[in-house]
């Protein structure tokens, strides 16, 4: 019987101690970052709004607002990264725009090599570029929240996947 309380009273510390380290670990994404991230999808939503005409314009407005669209998110992106790693603002901005170009040059390649031609070609690697900056925000916003029970990352993400195809069907 004497054994008994000790583990009860274990498995209770356990338990309060596994509620604590929840809780501490939600308090631990500031405030500031909390709302930066929970109105991402209504900024991407007014991003493509405010490019709307440009987006189905001409292939040099097309690709300068996807562009656009893009460099608008690479803040949010950086310091979601920022958050999750540890790294530096400066090293995490040099190396997702190092990625973006990269992607950018690989569909320029692979169309080109298929025959495809510029027009085409040129809206679709920056548009490349524009998905990585949207999927590294959601790939940082999901590490920040999975064990976060308070913030609704399954409504975040239809809200997210909202804003983002709307303008990609």
């Not at 190396?95 to 495809?116: F, K, P, T």
Request: hydrophobic share 45%; net charge negative.
């Amino acid at each position: 019987m004497k054994l008994m309380i000790p583990c009860r009273l274990a498995a209770v510390i356990f338990i309060v101690a596994v509620v604590e380290a929840h809780a501490a670990q939600s308090r631990s994404i500031p405030d500031s970052l909390r709302h930066r991230i929970e109105h991402l999808p209504l900024k991407l939503t007014e991003l493509y709004r405010a490019k709307e005409m440009d987006l189905a314009g001409s292939t040099m407005s097309m690709t300068k607002a996807l562009v656009s669209i893009s460099d608008e998110l690479l803040d949010d992106a950086v310091v979601l990264q920022v958050f999750v790693t540890g790294q530096s603002p400066e090293n995490v901005r040099a190396e997702i725009r190092r990625d973006r170009e990269a992607l950018a040059r690989s569909v320029d390649y692979e169309r080109n090599a298929e025959g495809w031609g510029g027009t085409i070609t040129g809206i679709e690697a920056s548009a490349t570029g524009l998905t990585h900056v949207e999927n590294l925000i959601s790939f940082y916003v999901t590490r920040i929240f999975d064990n976060d029970h308070l913030f609704k990352l399954k409504n975040w993400h239809v809200e997210w996947g909202k804003a983002s195809k709307q303008n990609k069907e």
